[in-house]
């Protein structure tokens, strides 16, 4: 199995920054692909950003600019550095693995809390 973990969450005023931290462990392959998603309540489950183990990197338009997604293969980690928020970026954040040659994000962590308000 692969376990996610996510961490960093948590409430920030308009304009400000967060890092969110993803730890993967179990039988977790730095080969996978990595992805950032969000949701809202009463909204859909949006794919925020994703890199693949060479740091290919893909956003979505509402966070292009903003937000950064990286990886640490050592550390089995990935990070979402999130700056200039906004209150739209609200949500629960989790991050997920997909494996090589697969279109499915299999391995999901069970999210960090995201509130953007003044």
């Known amino acids: 199995q692969v376990q996610l973990v996510e961490s960093g969450g948590g409430l920030v005023q308009p304009g400000g920054s967060l890092r969110l931290s993803c730890a993967a462990s179990g039988s977790f392959s730095s080969s996978y692909s990595m992805g950032w998603y969000r949701q809202a309540p009463g909204k859909q489950r949006e794919l925020v950003a994703a890199?693949?183990?060479?740091?290919?990197?893909n956003y979505a338009d509402s966070v292009k600019g903003r937000f950064t997604i990286s990886r640490d293969n050592a550390k089995n980690t990935v990070y979402l550095q999130m700056n200039s928020l906004k209150p739209e970026d609200t949500a629960v954040y989790s991050c997920a693995a997909r494996r090589i040659g697969r279109d499915d994000y299999a391995y999901w962590g069970q999210g960090t809390q995201v509130t953007v308000s003044s």
């Open positions: 890199i693949t183990f060479g740091g290919s990197t």
